[in-house]
């Protein structure tokens, strides 16, 4: 809370919480998490913290999964500020078709109009810009080539999944469209 007071940040999207169950805590800031009791404790869990400031204008938030919380945020034209997190390369693929699933049907329940704002981790290297049309700006980090050896079919997956994700849903990561500081 204070690093977010100093930072002057007023919603923050968590991911690995690693928090048990679905809450809200209000302290100085207002906390939603939504999670999943397990034995042992999950690695995943996601959560929104929101200051004071915005807390006034939290109209709802669903705990979905543990891998997806969704707020709707009272303001002339509603918006949806979405916490995620997607399962990493070593999981099975069912798991990772299973979570965009349902992030796309989440998304498609919303209203057309409607802003919505997506902050997490995706667990996906661009590597590259797809030769296709793409909503991926021209600033990633291209560590290795997608076609490198060292990149495992599963790392592969991952990517083709998102990227599949972003053209599906029309999403910008907007990360990709800054240059990072020096």
Same mark, same amino acid.
């Given at each position: 809370?204070?690093?977010?007071? &100093? ?6 999207? #968590? ?7 679905? /809450? ?29 400031? *915005? ?7 669903? /705990? ?7 707020? +709707?945020?009272? /303001?002339?034209? $509603? ?5 995620? *997190? /997607? ?8 798991? +990772? ?5 349902? #992030? ?5 329940? #919303?209203? &057309? ?26 600033? *990633?980090? $291209?560590?290795?080539? $997608? ?18 994700? #972003? ?9 990709? &469209? ?5």
């Amino acid at each position: 809370e204070e690093w977010m007071k &100093r930072s002057k940040i007023d919603c923050l999207c #968590l991911q690995e919480t690693k928090v048990p169950h679905s /809450a809200t805590e209000r302290r100085t800031h207002t906390w939603h998490f939504s999670s999943t009791a397990t034995n042992p404790p999950e690695h995943h869990g996601v959560g929104l913290v929101f200051s004071s400031r *915005y807390a006034t204008f939290i109209e709802d938030v669903q /705990a979905v999964s543990s891998r997806i919380i969704v707020a +709707k945020m009272k /303001a002339q034209l $509603p918006f949806y500020i979405l916490s995620v *997190y /997607a399962p990493h390369a070593g999981l099975p693929t069912d798991l +990772k078709e299973e979570f965009y699933n349902a #992030l796309q049907q989440i998304l498609d329940g #919303l209203p &057309r109009n409607a802003p919505v704002w997506t902050g997490g981790n995706f667990n996906a290297r661009i590597l590259s810009r797809p030769p296709i049309p793409t909503t991926i700006g021209p600033h *990633y980090t $291209p560590r290795i080539q $997608p076609d490198h050896h060292s990149v495992t079919d599963e790392v592969r997956e991952n990517r083709e999944l998102f990227i599949s994700f #972003l053209q599906a849903s029309e999403f910008t990561p907007h990360n990709t &469209r800054f240059a990072r500081p020096e």
